[in-house]
């Protein structure tokens, strides 16, 4: 299992980094942690790494941010968080987004584990008692 350890703010960018590195090649992220374990700063030090020109924000009332790279690639960011019942994912076109071929990061899937393609990379945030954020992929 690989594992990074974020020690603070400044250590973001080069932990987005190994987040690519890790993943090189799987283009959905599900990224599992607590409220406030640092999902959203994690996705945002991501797309930042990956060029994003748009201003990355938490999608949790509007279920899915787009942003574009420097190189015109999309990428997606989803929030579960506010799913109340699976339809409501399959409402929104969320295979299409799946078969994009582009980056998917998603917060909160576990409410819709079973419909997540069988290449997502699950990425589980915890925080020790040093508010450092250890990520395990699992």
Same mark, same amino acid.
């Given at each position: 299992?690989?594992?990074?350890?974020?020690? /603070?703010?400044?250590?973001? #960018?080069?932990?987005?980094?190994?987040?690519?590195?890790? +993943? !090189?090649?799987?283009?959905? @992220?599900?990224?599992?942690?607590?409220?406030?374990?640092?999902?959203?700063?994690?996705?945002?030090?991501?797309?930042?790494?990956?060029?994003?020109? /748009?201003?990355?924000?938490? #999608?949790?009332?509007?279920?899915?941010?787009?942003?574009? +790279? !420097?190189?015109?690639?999309? @990428?997606?960011?989803?929030?579960?968080?506010?799913?109340?019942?699976?339809?409501?994912?399959?409402?929104?076109?969320?295979?299409?987004?799946?078969?994009?071929?582009?980056?998917?990061?998603?917060?909160?899937?576990?409410?819709?584990?079973?419909?997540?393609?069988?290449?997502?990379?699950?990425?589980?945030?915890?925080?020790?008692?040093?508010?450092?954020?250890?990520?395990?992929?699992?």
């Amino acid at each position: 299992m690989q594992r990074i350890i974020i020690r /603070d703010r400044k250590h973001l #960018p080069g932990a987005a980094h190994k987040i690519i590195q890790n +993943t !090189r090649g799987k283009r959905i @992220l599900a990224f599992y942690g607590s409220m406030g374990a640092g999902k959203t700063t994690i996705i945002k030090a991501v797309c930042n790494a990956l060029g994003a020109e /748009d201003m990355v924000s938490s #999608p949790t009332f509007t279920l899915v941010n787009e942003y574009r +790279t !420097r190189t015109g690639e999309m @990428l997606y960011h989803i929030d579960f968080y506010r799913i109340r019942k699976k339809e409501e994912v399959f409402d929104f076109g969320i295979e299409e987004y799946f078969e994009s071929g582009a980056y998917c990061f998603l917060e909160w899937p576990e409410l819709v584990e079973d419909i997540l393609p069988p290449e997502t990379v699950r990425i589980r945030i915890t925080v020790d008692s040093d508010e450092q954020r250890i990520l395990d992929f699992v």
